[in-house]
């Protein structure tokens, strides 16, 4: 077989004739071939395909198709029979397009697909058809995940080797091969290949490995180039295994090493590009290879840091051995002293003091002047010191463009500078910068609803690409509600080309229920039992998971079987508020159709709700409406004061306090969690209970479930959390503190303090909990994350709601914990300190005697640093003990010298 390596435009598609029009297959044989497959028969049903001519096949097609869905949908259908169909059904679609769409099913997950009899059915079918199948097949998206099924790629590899066509240079299948490739099991369908964990046996017998191993950095590989899993010894991996077939020719070496530093140069997330770069030091590039891909380094100088650290080692190895120039030097060091992290600069520091002592200190002093202006004094320090060790070799030109650069330092370099080059260095300002905080958050009204099935189509669409975004997702729930209650069969043929036939999120399937694609029964299987739900995925965990769970199990009954001309908790405001004058009107017009509302609706509908008292209601007379004007009357939902659980304290399944802290708040209680309540909907197999559903409780407490360690690990919060409890702040906060929590770990998690600026913008007074949120998201893992903390800050300073004295005791108790990490507070804090420099005083103030007095743990210099900043810019005067006395210790330490800086600006007493 040809293994020449092909890309894929250069593989003509082979002209498929026209297909004549197929006779009818008799109805007995069709449920014989639908019988031989349900029972997994195997060999019956490749004779009974065998002996169907190409039109005869296509016309079995529909009643292989129903019972695909029979099988999609049964509780009890067999492994072996989803296997024949799998098969049966390909070989069926005599064209590749299709045969190729059939095989991508997300059902055909199968295990073992390669019986005997079945191989023979696609071994039979013709070359071009195996060829264009297979090619269809490669470029197919791969799974990201590494948990999808596999049937695709290994039915695709098959093809190719037997219809002998060179594997297709696409990056999709590249992935799936690596992915299979890693797999220890044995292989039914292409037993050439040794089983065991044994890569680079595997790969050694592998005649696809020289083609489309070069081609590992050109794909999503990075999931699989940490692997494979089975591999005990890093030799068996895949970077050590890639590296051993370069260097024994198997695999071009110069290909492979370009692709890995092309792929480093396209960027990334940090985590891949470091996985990436360990497979390409496994290769070790020697100095001729690293000189030919200097371009390369300097472009990666711009990278993550350790990206850029093996940029910068691999440069300085060059310019060691005499294979850079000055201009590429220069440019190196440009990018690297201009960055924030200092073992970089203090490496760049190093190698310019290499490039002085080697006889070029003109190009080292003219480089290291960029470092003057950098915003570290510590490092600005180190910079003078090579510039006092070099500085005789300057004159002329050079001593000027230092003494230009030397105008960038810090007021406390002023003495240094005016020694070394004769200039002084202005001092700090005197004038008080001001607070730049933004405009207080205004409501902002939800768009009009949905009005016709075009409307929900294209909102459903765009729902779909963004699943946790809170708005969309309300609009689409109503605009099912009213399209259905108006024209079920014209929103069926308007979400016709929007839904897939195997449409599996969670808006997805609810537009099912609406069209029908997902039948009645399904629904009622997930009201009758837990085990039946058809939201279970991890954004369903947890207690407000399991209450936006019974929400749409609710909706998907309304949908499927009780349809109602709209849903009462739509919001009327973006930040989830309902207005009370709006939902009056709605609950008036259900009761004049007669419609009983839902009771998870109903209640959610009251919990976004805050009424002002001015409300008529006069008009509402049913039970539902009689609690509507209670509910408005009494206020709403009353709120709860939210109190530090003390430390130590422990509690079953609930995270220890010994590491981490949180909060709670007393149980719901009183007539207020009684007007929640409306009788149950008649649904058949389902005993109505007593009082508000179980997931509203669930919702509304105890506060120490919101804590339990599965309910905040197995749990995906995004907006629509903050859109339930809009008026209630608290509240929210500590529904998903523990999340927060996650995102300052040692290992952390992404994406949680993104909810902060929601928050932010939800309603009600801000209490422990939430500067305890606030502290969590100042000690975030990553840098989004940490600026989203900041939107937060400001935001609640503009609304006059931050506390930041209470916010700096929260601090300190986490950094004492450990729970906060010192350099993360200090980055989250000098972002803060750059439109807010008196707010992030009037943090650091509280936080400073607490950080100095005792053991400083380790990174407080950052802190003081931001301090000192601060100081300067908002004119802060007057001594703090603590400062003043970690000032007079004796010692060098970058804390000290910044304690001495801060001392010095804030005066004596």
Not at 570 to 589: F, Q
Not at 759 to 786: S, T, W
Not at 803 to 811: F, G, I, T
Request: with cysteine.
């Amino acid at each position: 077989m040809s293994t020449e390596p092909v890309e894929p435009a250069a593989l003509a598609t082979p002209a498929v004739p026209a297909a004549p029009t197929a006779p009818a297959v008799p109805a007995d044989f069709a449920e014989e071939l639908a019988a031989a497959v349900r029972e997994a028969r195997f060999a019956d049903v490749a004779a009974l395909v065998t002996a169907l001519p190409d039109a005869r096949r296509r016309a079995a097609l529909p009643r292989l198709r129903r019972l695909r869905r029979e099988l999609r949908d049964s509780s009890h259908s067999r492994g072996g029979a989803t296997t024949a169909l799998l098969v049966a059904g390909a070989v069926c679609h005599t064209a590749p397009s299709g045969a190729a769409d059939w095989i991508g099913g997300r059902e055909f997950d199968v295990r073992y697909w390669a019986q005997p009899p079945l191989v023979a059915l696609l071994d039979d079918r013709p070359a071009p058809w195996q060829r264009e199948v297979a090619l269809r097949l490669a470029r197919r998206p791969a799974d990201r995940t590494g948990w999808g099924s596999t049937v695709p790629y290994e039915i695709a590899e098959h093809l190719l080797r037997r219809s002998d066509t060179p594997p297709p240079a696409e990056p999709d299948f590249v992935a799936g091969w690596m992915r299979d490739r890693g797999r220890p099991e044995p292989r039914p369908w292409l037993r050439l290949l040794p089983p065991g964990p044994d890569l680079y046996a595997r790969l050694s017998a592998d005649a696809f490995a020289p083609v489309l191993a070069p081609l590992v950095f050109d794909a999503d590989t990075a999931a699989h180039l940490s692997g494979p899993w089975s591999a005990g010894d890093p030799a068996q991996r895949w970077p050590a295994v890639l590296a051993r077939l370069a260097a024994e020719g198997t695999v071009d070496r110069t290909a492979l090493l370009g692709r890995g530093f092309a792929r480093l140069v396209r960027g990334g997330a940090p985590g891949e590009l470091r996985t990436y770069l360990e497979a390409l030091r496994a290769l070790a590039p020697g100095p001729d290879e690293l000189a030919d891909n200097r371009r390369a380094l300097l472009a990666l100088l711009d990278g993550p840091s350790t990206v850029a650290g093996y940029a910068q080692e691999a440069l300085a190895a060059l310019d060691g051995a005499g294979r850079l120039t000055a201009e590429e030097v220069a440019e190196a060091s440009g990018v690297l002293l201009a960055r924030p992290e200092k073992k970089l600069v203090r490496a760049q520091l190093g190698w310019l003091e290499r490039v002085a002592a080697d006889g070029r200190a003109e190009l080292a002093l003219r480089a290291a002047a960029d470092c003057l202006g950098h915003p570290d004094r510590q490092l600005q320090g180190q910079a003078l010191k090579l510039l006092k060790r070099h500085v005789a070799a300057a004159e002329g030109e050079l001593m000027t463009e230092l003494r230009e650069a030397a105008l960038l330092l810090d007021p406390a370099h002023a003495r240094t500078a005016a020694e070394l080059l004769g200039v002084d260095v202005p001092p700090a300002a005197a004038a008080q910068d001001a607070d730049r905080l933004p405009e207080p958050p205004r409501r902002v009204p939800v768009p009009a609803p949905l009005a016709t099935p075009a409307e929900v189509a294209e909102e459903l669409a765009a729902a779909l690409a963004a699943p946790e975004e809170s708005v969309s997702f309300e609009r689409v729930l109503d605009g099912l509600a009213r399209q259905v209650w108006a024209d079920r069969d014209a929103l069926a043929a308007a979400l016709a080309p929007v839904l897939p036939a195997d449409e599996w999120r969670t808006l997805g399937v609810l537009a099912g229920t609406a069209t029908g694609a997902v039948p009645r029964p399904r629904v009622l299987r997930a009201l009758q039992s837990r085990r039946g739900r058809m939201f279970s995925s991890w954004e369903f965990r947890g207690p407000v998971g399991e209450f936006l769970a019974a929400r749409l199990h609710e909706t998907a009954w309304r949908l499927a079987a009780d349809p109602v001309p709209f849903l009462l908790s739509t919001p009327t405001w973006r930040n989830g508020a309902l207005d009370a004058r709006e939902l009056v009107a709605r609950l008036a017009s259900y009761q004049e159709l007669g419609v009983r509302p839902g009771p998870v609706d109903f209640a959610l509908a009251l919990l976004r709700t805050a009424g002002d008292g001015t409300e008529d209601t006069r008009a509402l007379t049913s039970p539902a409406g009689r609690q509507l004007a209670a509910w408005l009357r009494g206020g709403g939902l009353p709120r709860r004061t939210s109190t530090p659980v003390p430390p130590g304290t422990w509690t079953t399944g609930v995270w220890c306090a010994e590491f981490r802290r949180y909060a709670e708040q007393p149980e719901p209680a009183g007539p207020a969690l009684e007007l929640l309540a409306v009788p149950a909907l008649d649904v058949p197999g389902v005993e109505p209970a007593a009082g508000p559903p179980e997931a509203v409780r669930a919702l509304l407490g105890p506060s120490r479930d919101f804590q339990l360690r599965s309910a905040v690990e197995d749990s995906a919060p995004d907006s629509r959390w903050t859109a339930l409890l809009p008026h209630h702040r608290e509240e929210l906060a500590l529904r998903i503190t523990g999340q927060l929590a996650q995102s300052a770990a040692d290992t952390p998690e992404r994406g949680h303090p993104q909810l902060l600026p929601l928050l932010a913008e939800a309603e009600g007074p801000c209490g422990f909990a939430v500067h305890q949120a606030l502290a969590y998201g100042l000690g975030a893992g990553h840098a989004e994350d940490r600026s989203a903390t900041v939107d937060a800050l400001l935001s609640l300073a503009a609304q006059r709601q931050l506390d930041p004295a209470a916010l700096a005791a929260e601090v300190h108790e986490l950094l004492a914990l450990g729970a906060v990490k010192p350099n993360r507070l200090a980055a989250t804090l000098a972002e803060l300190a750059d439109p807010a420099p008196r707010l992030t005083w009037s943090v650091l103030a509280p936080l400073l005697p607490a950080l100095l007095d005792g053991s400083p743990p380790r990174g407080a210099a950052d802190l003081v640093a931001v301090a000192v900043d601060c100081a300067r810019r908002s004119g802060a005067r007057g001594p703090i003990d603590a400062v003043t006395r970690t000032a007079a210790r004796k010692g060098g330490t970058k804390l000290l010298a910044e304690a001495r800086n801060l001392a010095a600006l804030l005066g004596p007493a």
